[in-house]
Each structure stands twice: as C-alpha cells, then as structure tokens.
Antibody
Framework: QVHLVQSGAEVKKPGASVKVSCKIS????????MHWVRQAPGKEPEWLGG????????IYAQKFQGRVTMTEDTSTDTAHMELSRLRSEDTAVYYC??????????????WGQGTLVTVSS | DIVMTQSPESLAVSLGERATINCKSS????????????LAWYQQKPGQPPKVLIY???TRDSGVPDRFSGSGSGTDFTLTISSLQAEDVAVYYC????????FGQGTKLEIK
C-alpha cells in the first residue's frame, strides 16, 4: 500500500515559483512512477508530467515545458514539483499520484491529499 | 494531444435507476500490440482526489461495486451505473493513458 503526504498550502505572487513536496511511504520512490496532476476550481484534472518507465526519464506536458521541474530525493523517498513564473491561472490544487500495477502505463491509483497553490497579487 | 469529450455535462437520475455517461476520444486509444483500450473512469467527491473505478475500459478496480461497469472500444466509451445509490453522487471523469494523460471535462451526477 502506498501512502502519499504532501506539503501545505502556498500563497504566491505572480512571477514567483512554488515547490510542492510529496512524502512517500510503503514503497521507495525508485519503485514507483511518480506523476503530478493539478485541478483548478470547478475544472477537470490536468496532468503536468511524471516519470515514464518506458523511456526511463521524466516527461512533461507540452503546456508546462520550461516552467515545471520534477525531482526525487531517494534518501527521503520524497518527490518534488516546482512550477515557476506563476500566474493567476496556476491557482489550483496540486496532487502527486502514482500506481502499483505492473504496467508501464496505468491510471492513477494513489493520490496525495492535495496542496492548494494560490497565485494572487 | 488526445482530447476527451464527455456527455452529458450533468445528469439527474432517480435512486435505483440506471445512469449512463459517455466519453469520446479524439483518436483511438486501442493499442494494437495488446488489444487493450487505455481508458479509465474516475469518481470524484467534493474535497477528495479522484478515485479509479474502471481501467482498460471495462475492468473494475478492486473494491468497486459491481453496479459500475465500463464498455466501448477505440474512440467511444460508456460508464454505466446499473442502480444508482445515494453515495454515487459525484463528478465522473474519463481519462486516456494511451498517450500521456488527458481527462474529460467531467459529468456531474445528482439524484432526481
């Protein structure tokens, strides 16, 4: 069983950066393909990127290329997502998510509790 | 990007009645190598993350009641709740995982 616990809510000004953390328990981060999804108020979930086991690297949605960076700390089994050059449209709940099925591609079974990022001047 | 389009946007169904939600993808999500449809259905209740109900278009996830079923192939898919229960009130999303990941815009299911 995977348990994901995220860092707390953030309030940022336009143009700033935010870094959200996701502490993993039950598995080591190297055993999982960690992904990040966000959900703006009243909108559908939107995938930002994640680890692609087929290609052995982290891939990002084109929309966020150049603005998002996803990293993993294997010493603490923690995943991080940093989004830069924030604008008001980035206000959303950000989730870390993953699966444990033995599939290279799979829907997301396990989710963190979500981190609200508010971008406001 | 593969665009997922759901219908209807909202749906009101009486308790015990059938609810049907449709999802169409802008291109096929059927993988020729394994004949699997890379299509999942999620349920989301307020203040919670989405929960997987169905994957490979028709496989129920562990613990999901058998009143939930998925069907379809290629570009057209359906989620059916055979007998609506009060706890099924939620927003439902389809998602393709054939090429990266995209979600439909959601269907809000309410009790009539």
């Amino acid at each position: 069983q995977v348990h994901l616990v995220q860092s707390g809510a953030e309030v940022k000004k336009p143009g700033a950066s935010v870094k959200v953390s996701c502490k993993i328990s039950g598995y080591s981060v190297t055993e999982l393909s960690m992904h990040w999804v966000r959900q703006a108020p009243g909108k559908e979930p939107e995938w930002l990127g994640g680890y692609d086991a087929e290609y052995g690297k982290t891939i990002y949605a084109q929309k966020f290329q150049g603005r998002v960076t996803m990293t993993e700390d294997t010493s603490t089994d923690t995943a991080h997502m940093e989004l830069s050059r924030l604008r008001s449209e980035d206000t959303a709940v950000y989730y870390c998510t993953t699966w444990t099925r033995l599939e290279v591609q799979s829907p997301f079974d396990y989710w963190g509790q979500g981190t609200l990022v508010t971008v406001s001047s | 990007d593969i665009v997922m389009t759901q219908s209807p946007e909202s749906l009101a169904v009486s308790l015990g009645e059938r609810a049907t939600i449709n999802c169409k993808s802008s291109q096929s999500v059927l993988h020729s190598s394994n004949s699997k449809n890379y299509l999942a259905w999620y349920q989301q209740k307020p203040g919670q993350p989405p929960k997987v109900l169905i994957y490979w278009a028709s496989t129920r996830d562990s613990g999901v009641p058998d009143r939930f079923s998925g069907s379809g192939s290629g570009t057209d898919f359906t989620l059916t709740i055979s007998s609506l229960q009060a706890e099924d009130v939620a927003v439902y999303y389809c998602q393709q995982y054939y090429s990266q990941y995209t979600f439909g815009q959601g269907t809000k299911l309410e009790i009539k």
